[in-house]
Structures are given as structure tokens and as C-alpha cells.
């Protein structure tokens, strides 16, 4: 049964929903020494650990023409469809985030600009096994694609026949990947930080990944820039008494199925509907395949939270800054404005969270464990990288020369003021 | 004597340019036990270290408006100018980086967007000693306050009698910081992190500072969000035979008078250049007052590389991807699209790098040891986080309903495609 608790200016709420986090310690020096191992042997490592933790034995780790075309050939074409409309939807509304160069002309000829460029060589990294999902795939390569990286490069563990699973690799092909090379795990993020004979060198990695791959992720930052360190996934459902229990407690155990660690929250201003939801995920979670993950998760990280007033809600919500927020009230747009932090916005009735996990568009990369706070969802932003310029005149500079000088002289750098009086030295 | 070298294709630039590094190995348990501490102990901790490191024995951390009107009254009047004009310049820059929220309107009154909120809290922290520069509260308050960020807190250390030096404390009020706090090392990067009795904990940490504070941003990291750990300064100057060897020499200078680690780098299509500039390097040398410091960072860190043309220099300069990079060329604006990788750029033979460390306008926070292949100047964008939402219609759930049931049941989550179905049960 999912825990209830009545809202009070005196609830420790970071104390009563303890976020769980996924533990790294175990495998800190297996993945240090997979690191180094690949970093010396590069391509031989790569076939030994496959071999080892993918039981294949493979000739070649890069993806074929052929067979992506085979992919193509076999996937449902049903799916085929759904994955062409959900990359549609996606490159749409990640377009909107493409940023222009700008500058500023001022007195003299002087002017002062931003340039953006794409970080030129990405990596992507898809897990295998049954995390293997298209949709990781769509969602991380498209705003690379359209930031204009010149190489997207995307690492996937190979199933133990050797293969990729097709649905992956049309994904990839209709994202605009460039290469794919069948390598997963702690091997893979080493390859793209230090490349090897087949794999090039990346400058930024990112994508989900088991805790072998987040560890070696955090291991190689600095060399590498990477996205994110993600912790167990959220929701927060805001409800008002016009929002229907049946689609309240679906939309909780969506989220309590993806891991034990999930937390599905609701907070409700009716305790009629918190009484219903509690009732409600009794009898779905009998419903679910993934019952079991989706039981541990609800009773021990779900909570339902009664408060007196929506703003009350919202406070709770801008405090918890969940990873996915569901405003399941009447009037959504009323309360969007106020909310400060959140990954992703759910609005009303009629949007469920799994949309934006599949099609709707924005990115489902998200900020999680309270980070939206300081982070976002995955963008186009995280694929740039801008230069400021600056261009003086001969005029402009003898303008503003006395006050570098005075500045510089302030700070006692007094070199920094010589290279602008050595330019008016006759 | 600075090392001069010919490029060419065989040319290992990695190996010939190696990089040093500041190295934190030695403060790791120090730091350790300060942030324990902090957290532990709060505000007594805080005036206990202070007394230890700063050798002062403060009543109060917060710097009250009391100080604030003094240090406007003693502060040399003309610097006040030149810090009036650097933040105006400062300001009109940053300001072009705003973003707006965006909003997508699909049929069946489905629509998307984008939201940008500030990060609410921030914290920054700027050196004491002979470090402490007005330019860095400037660089790094402005553009949190044109993010909208509510509580700008700052930290620095206070000097021996207790106070803060005058040009601090004004350069702090013109930018808009909120409130200040004298604290300093990782003390302070504790109290950002944790908050104490007085000290608000913050959700980001930015600005420079020493070995210590380095490591407490790197330790804090995760709970908060961080700008960088700044490696050493650098400045990478591609010079045509247009170029003055008085003043590219003296621009080196600039630059290596920060730190016996600071990297000068010359790349030049002219032999001739390249031997006077050598020579300059010499004669000016000799005149500076960090002498010391500057020859042995031009002596071990400095470089001239002579090319054969300019785009083999733009090559090197794009592998090398400078903090900072002078055009010191005839025609900077014909280069400005080739290069990829730099943080801020410096165009033609009268921008000299301190005009974009005082007062150009753009950030002086830039991305060093190369890792402007993936990151950017500090700016607007990184006090801000973006949320995305999403609306749908009843009828627009009901189009795409099918959809989303099979691209979630081909992930084999179907509690996903359930929160879909469940809305359309009848």
C-alpha cells in the first residue's frame, strides 16, 4: 500500500522522501581497470571484453551497411512508422532550440559577437539487453544532428549472436548517425575517450547507461565532457479534484515499473482522490507485467501527499524539482508560471507522462534527484559550444586605454597594462 | 629564451605542448575534513577557520551596508569610473544573451515549449590576497543578475583587519549581488553547499579561486552545480607578417605574468616575425615586475610555431582550442568561420587580451586546457535552467494513442502504454 501523509509547514519533506540513488562503489575498480586496459590495448581489449561480458566473439566491432539495410528489412513496419513520426516530432520542436551567432556594433568600429559551433565529434552511448530502446536513441541523436556535430558516433553492446537489435539501428539511420560500432559497457566510454584503432575519440558522451557505464562516464569527465550521472527516474502528479483516479494511479505505476528505485508521487488537494488513487494502484498493480519492480517501488519510494491549497502543492513541487511534473488540474496553464523547477511539464488530463517518453517531442533526457534545480532536459545547447569575440579599432582602443591601464594597475597586473600602453608608445 | 619549433605534419603537438596542470592531490583530506566540518558545525566552524587561515576573529560573517557606504567612500574615484563602465559593458553584452521561453502549436490544440527560469540561489566566490580582483565580481554577477537569479551570495576572505577591500565591495554593488560574506577557502565553499546559521546554502557555485577552493567545488559537486575547475591561463596568438613584434610580445607577457604554469603560444607564417618577437620577449622581460613568474612561464610553457601558411595555424590552433586567441593578422574577420575551438577571440592588431579581461564586455570566465572543443564561455545561460511541457487535447491523445501503445509495448514497458489505454476505456 502506498504511504499517505497529510501536509504541514512542519513536514521534513527531504528527510520523508529520502531519494534513493544508485550505489557506484562496488565497481569503482573494475571499471578503473577497464579504463586503462582499453586506453593501452585499444581494439584488442574491446574484443576481449566483449567476448567476455557479451559472450560474442566478434571479427569487426563497426556496423555494416549491410546490416542496417537488413534492419530495415526486418523491423515491424509498424514500428517503422511510429519511429519516422516520433522523429519527426522531435527534430520539430528541437529546431526551435538552434541559437544564432549575434553581435554588437558600437562607437569607433568596435564590435563584439557570440559564434556558435557544434561540439564536432559526439559519442552516444544505447544500452542492449532489455533497456534497449529506439527511443534513447531518437532522443539523444537528434539535437546532436541538428546542432551539427560533424561526427555522431553511437556504442551499443551486441546481443550474444553478434547482432544489434534492428529497431536500434533504424532508429540510428533515421537520426543521422554516422557510425555504429557493437561495444557496450565501461569498455565502450573508454574507446570514445581515448579512441582506438576502430573507434575515434570523442569530445562529449553522452546517453543512459547500467552502473559499469555511468562510473566509467564520471570517470572519464574532464578528459571528456559528458550529459549527465542520472539517478532513478520520477514523477510528481499535481492533482486537483477534477482529475480521475484510474488515470492518476496508471500514470504513478508508469513510472514505478521502469525501477525498484522509481518514485511515483502524487500530491492532491482532495483527500477523496487521494483515497481513490490509493485504492486505484492496488488493483492496477495486479494488472502489470512488471508488477513486481512496480510494487517494491510504490511502497517504499511512493508517496501520496494531501495539502490544504494548490499553492501549497506547488511549493512541495518547486522544492522536490521532480524530473517529470504532471499538472493533472483543471486549469494547467494558470499554474505554469509557478512552477520554478521541473524537467518536463505534463499539462491536464489528457498527457500522460509516456508521451513525452516516446513522441511528443521534447527531450526525455531529464534532470533527475532534484537536480532541475540547476540542470535541464537534454538539448541542443548540450551539443554547442559558443566563442565570444571581441574587434577594436585603433580609435576604439586609444578610447578606453587609460581605463584598461587603471584597472589592470588596480589588480597589480601590470604586464596586461603595458600590452595596451606599449600600442601608444611612440 | 622561448622555444621556437617548425611545424610540421609529423608534429606530435599533444606531446610538444604538454599541458601542466594544477595539482590537487595534496589537499584532498584537508578538504575533506573542512567540508565535515562545516556541515557539521556550521557557523562556529566558519569563524574558527577563519581565525586559523585568515588570522582574524570576526563577531559577524555578513558584510553590513555600514561597510558597503565606507568602501564607496574611500575608494579611488577614478577606479570607481572605470568599474562603472566595465559593468555597463558587461551588462549591454550579456544581455544579448537572454533567451526566451518558446511555445510550438500543433493541431488538435496540442502544444509544446520551453521555458527558461533562473537557478534561484547562486553563490560566488572571489580570492582574497593578491588575487582579489573587482573584474571577477563583475564577470561573474552580471550575468546572474540578467538571469534573474533571487539570492546572489558572495563569499571572500577577509584580510587581516577584518575587512574587504574597497574595490570588492562596490564592484559587488554595482553588479547587484544580494548579500556578501566574509569567509573565504573551502570553508566557504561548505557553507555555499550546506548553509549554515548564516549562510543560505545556494543551488550553483561559481567563480575562481585556489587549490583549496578548486577541490571543494570538484568535492561539493552533485550536491551543488558548478561552473569549472579552471586550469592554468592561456593564450594562443596566430600572427601574418603584418603583425608588430612589440606588441605580439607584449601580449605573451600579459599572459604569462599570471602564473609560472600560463601557456603563451605563438604560431606564426613569418620567420622574421617570429625571431624578433623572440627577441622582444627578451628585452621586455627584463621590465617587468612578475619577471620571475613570466620567465619561467615563457621559458618551460611558451612556444613560437612557424607554419608555412595561415590555415595550417588555424589547424593547430582549432586542435590546441585556446582560452584565449589573438587574430594578430591583417584581415581577423576573413579567419573568424574557420575557427572551432576557442573561448574568446581577439581580432586584429588592436585587441589586445586585457581589453577582454577588464572591459570589452564578454566573460572572462573562458574554458582552458583545451576543453573549448566542448565548453563555452560562462554566461547568461548558465544561471538559467530550461523546463519543457507539453499539452494535449483529448483529440490529440486520441490521434497519436496507438502510437505511443506500440512503441511503449515494443520496449516491453506496458504499464506505459497502459497510462495511454486506461483513458480510453470506456
Redesign the interface.
Known amino acids: 500500500m502506498i504511504k499517505t501523509i497529510e501536509y504541514s509547514e512542519n513536514l521534513n519533506l527531504e528527510k520523508e522522501l529520502a531519494r534513493s540513488q544508485f550505489s557506484y562503489d562496488d565497481v569503482n575498480e573494475t571499471v578503473e581497470n577497464i579504463l586503462k586496459d582499453v586506453k593501452k590495448r585499444g581494439d584488442k581489449a574491446l574484443f576481449e571484453y566483449t567476448k567476455k561480458f557479451d559472450k560474442v566473439d566478434l571479427k569487426t566491432l563497426e556496423v555494416s551497411e549491410e546490416e542496417i539495410q537488413k534492419a530495415f528489412d526486418t523491423i ?1 513496419k ?2 517503422l512508422e ?2 519516422k ?2 522523429h519527426d516530432n522531435i527534430k ?2 528541437h529546431e ?2 538552434v ?1 544564432n551567432n ?1 553581435i ?1 556594433k558600437k562607437e569607433n568600429g ?1 564590435s ?1 559577437g ?2 556558435i ?1 557544434p ?2 565529434k559526439v559519442g552516444l552511448y544505447v544500452p542492449g539487453g ?1 533497456a534497449a ?3 534513447t536513441v531518437l532522443m539523444n541523436a537528434v539535437p546532436a544532428k541538428i546542432a551539427g556535430c560533424k561526427e555522431i558516433i553511437m556504442v551499443t553492446p551486441p546481443t550474444s549472436d553478434g547482432t544489434i537489435l534492428p ?1 536500434l539501428l533504424v532508429a540510428a539511420k533515421i537520426a543521422g548517425v554516422d557510425r555504429i560500432f557493437k561495444v557496450g559497457g565501461a569498455q565502450s566510454i573508454a574507446a570514445l575517450s581515448y579512441g582506438t584503432e576502430s573507434i575515434p575519440k570523442v ?2 558522451i553522452v546517453g543512459p547507461g547500467n552502473i559499469y557505464v555511468a562510473m566509467a562516464k564520471k570517470m572519464v569527465y ?1 578528459e ?2 559528458i550529459d549527465m ?1 542520472a539517478g532513478p527516474s520520477e514523477v510528481l502528479i499535481i492533482a486537483d479534484d477534477s482529475a480521475n483516479p ?2 492518476v494511479a ?2 504513478l ?2 513510472q ?3 525501477d525498484k528505485l522509481a518514485a511515483s508521487i502524487l500530491v492532491t488537494t482532495s483527500k477523496e482522490l487521494a483515497e481513490n488513487v490509493a485504492e486505484q494502484l492496488e488493483i ?1 498493480l495486479k ?4 508488477e513486481e519492480i ?1 510494487r517494491v517501488s510504490i511502497e517504499t519510494q511512493g508517496r501520496i501527499i494531501v495539502t490544504k491549497t494548490i499553492d501549497e502543492a506547488i511549493k512541495i513541487s518547486n522544492e522536490i524539482a521532480p524530473e517529470h511534473l504532471e499538472l493533472a488540474v483543471s486549469n ?2 494558470e499554474l ?1 508560471t509557478k ?10 488530463h ?14 526525455h533526457t531529464l ?1 533527475t534527484s532534484g ?7 537534454l ?1 541542443v ?1 548540450d551539443f554547442i ?10 580609435e ?2 586609444e578610447e ?1 586605454k587609460d ?2 591601464i ?3 594597475e ?11 600602453s ?2 601608444f608608445e611612440k
Chains 1, 2 share one sequence.
Open positions: 515491424d509498424e514500428l511510429v519511429i513520426y516520433s520539430l520542436f526551435k532550440q541559437r549575434f554588437v568596435v563584439l557570440q559564434i559551433n561540439i564536432e532489455t530502446y529506439p527511443s529497431s569530445y562529449k574532464g571528456v565532457s550521472i484510474v488515470h496508471a500514470d505505476l508508469s514505478a515499473e521502469h492496477q494488472e502489470l507485467e512488471r512496480a494547467p496553464f505554469l512552477i520554478k523547477n521541473a524537467g518536463s511539464i505534463f499539462m491536464g489528457n498527457t500522460p507522462e509516456p508521451l513525452g517518453d516516446y513522441l511528443a517531442g521534447p527531450n534532470p537536480t532541475a534545480k540547476f540542470s535541464s532536459p538539448s545547447d559550444k559558443k566563442s565570444s569575440f571581441i574587434y577594436y579599432s585603433k576604439g582602443l578606453v581605463k584598461v587603471k584597472f589592470a588596480s589588480e597589480g597586473l601590470t604586464a596586461h597594462a603595458r600590452s595596451v606599449k600600442r
